[in-house]
């Protein structure tokens, strides 16, 4: 098959790898993008295309990996480009914002979820689909580091998911780093550190672990902080949780592609609309 890719980024470039292995001619549109997507695409084997138009002419298939702020306008770029194939959107959405998309595109929509970093290595990453044509999707894939799974038939299962799991993993994550900024503020980060030594002792390093994974990227987390905060109200329980953490990583947005920053550094950033 010939399949788009909307866009090669640090997740979607791997996704459009497992397809590249799977046996398909991957397109993206490659102007306008940066030194840094341009290699990554490359050592993808992602095959450069002008524009969305041309990539729509000639893709039977089109997948969107993007910030999920930005899912809605790119589907709707490639809709009125004229593309009549299967689109997947594999965003980290709301169920609602799914549901809203599969309205949008019809019977051609297929949900999508991914869990895990990057996918690089095997048994570190999936992909859960939902839809009608799901399990066609899912046998675009046929290579062993990308796991593929369907959940069920629903339109909007697979972004489900991804919201409870993401609620915890990287709701946690902002949670400990709110608290090391505050145990920090109060001047009790060794009383703390002591305490949860005795007690809590994995905090100490999750809370490190937390820094380390997530102030580079953490701009990309608050669309996805949003979408779960709705998921949640959209079912009458409280959203306030995630409303926060999307405020905990927006104080991070500074830290966008600093490789080595740690927590002392997530820390002044978390404190610096407090002084």
């Given at each position: ?175 400990l780093l709110a608290i090391r900024a505050l145990a920090e503020a109060e001047g009790v980060s060794d009383a703390l550190l002591s305490e949860w030594d005795l007690s809590q002792r994995d905090l100490i390093t999750r809370s490190e672990g937390a820094a380390r994974g997530s102030a580079a ?59």
């Open positions: 098959m010939i399949i788009g890719l909307v866009n090669p980024g640090a997740m979607g470039a791997t996704i459009g790898a497992a397809l590249v292995r799977s046996g398909h001619q991957v397109l993206w549109v490659s102007p306008g993008r940066s030194a840094a997507t341009m290699a990554r695409a490359g050592e993808a084997g992602l095959t450069a295309v002008d524009g969305l138009p041309e990539l729509v002419e000639a893709a039977e298939g089109v997948i969107s990996v993007c910030p999920p702020d930005a899912a809605r306008q790119v589907a709707e770029d490639v809709l009125e480009s004229g593309f009549e194939g299967t689109y997947v959107d594999a965003n980290a959405v709301a169920p609602a914002t799914a549901r809203s998309l599969a309205a949008r595109v019809g019977d051609r929509y297929v949900d999508g979820g991914i869990i895990g970093p990057p996918a690089r290595r095997a048994g570190t990453t999936r992909l859960y689909l939902s839809g009608a044509g799901a399990a066609a999707v899912r046998d675009w894939f046929d290579e062993p580091v990308l796991g593929v799974s369907v959940v069920d038939v629903r339109p909007a299962s697979a972004s489900a998911l991804k919201m409870c799991y993401a609620a915890y993993t990287k709701g946690t994550s902002a949670l990227k953490a701009w990309r987390f608050v669309g996805e902080m949003e979408e779960i905060a709705a998921t949640f109200e959209a079912q009458d329980l409280p959203g306030g949780f995630h409303r926060a953490a999307a405020d905990v990583y927006e104080r991070m947005r500074q830290l966008k592609d600093v490789p080595d920053a740690d927590l002392d550094r997530v820390i002044v950033e978390l404190l610096r609309d407090a002084d």
